[in-house]
């Protein structure tokens, strides 16, 4: 088949999100300046380049023409933390991804414990194998199709620190394949990172 995306596709479901697997989740612990935490998370997230590290999320998507906690709450601090979403946290991470009023916190939501930053004011999920805090480099405002109700935003983020649990680390290298970090399908599937292999590049 082939979709004009600018007509109706025909299927079942939007295949668009399907087509783009698997996508890492961002869980982003935010905090607004009166001090209300927020926790939720992204599938629209990446990392966009390394030197010097830097990081991005999509804050796509409301029923109000509010924008989404997490986004204004950075525009409001500057600051954000993105905390790795593993398969032994993937109930807490979904019930944080409810739609609540901003003055929820979702990690008492979610029953997870906060522990403070090293350079940032925002708090990190405590269990959570690895943490990055961030500084606000930019908003990026995207197009939608219904803008009264529907925001979508690029925020991308300078990583200042990063918090590895010693736990995680084999002879000085990450151990993915024993954190088993969750990513993000198409419609409402999931997986995790079971196997790791390794390719050199050609020269």
């Not at 939720?40 to 023409?65: D, I, K, L, Q, R």
């Not at 933390?81 to 409810?98: F, G, I, K, P």
């Amino acid at each position: 088949m082939f979709w004009n995306t600018s007509e109706p596709h025909g299927l079942p479901h939007n295949p668009f999100k399907s087509c783009i697997v698997p996508r890492p989740i961002g869980w982003i612990s935010s905090i607004s300046a009166d001090g209300d935490v927020n926790l939720a998370p992204y599938s629209f997230f990446n990392g966009v380049c390394g030197e010097p590290p830097m990081m991005m999320f999509g804050a796509n998507g409301n029923t109000t023409s509010r924008r989404k906690d997490s986004l204004a709450n950075v525009e409001e601090t500057g600051e954000f933390v993105c905390n790795m979403s593993t398969w032994d946290l993937r109930d807490q991470m979904n019930t944080s991804s409810a739609s609540v009023g901003a003055d929820i916190n979702e990690f008492d939501l979610a029953g997870l414990e906060m522990e403070p930053s090293e350079l940032v004011k925002v708090p990190r999920v405590k269990v959570a194998p690895i943490h990055m805090e961030c500084k606000l480099f930019k908003v990026v405002d995207l197009p939608s199709e219904n803008p009264s109700a529907y925001t979508n935003a690029m925020v991308i983020g300078h990583v200042i620190g990063i918090h590895i649990n010693d736990n995680v680390l084999v002879e000085g290298m990450i151990n993915i394949e024993g954190i088993m970090p969750l990513a993000r399908m198409g419609y409402k599937d999931y997986t995790h990172v079971e196997k790791v292999f390794t390719m050199d590049r050609p020269r």
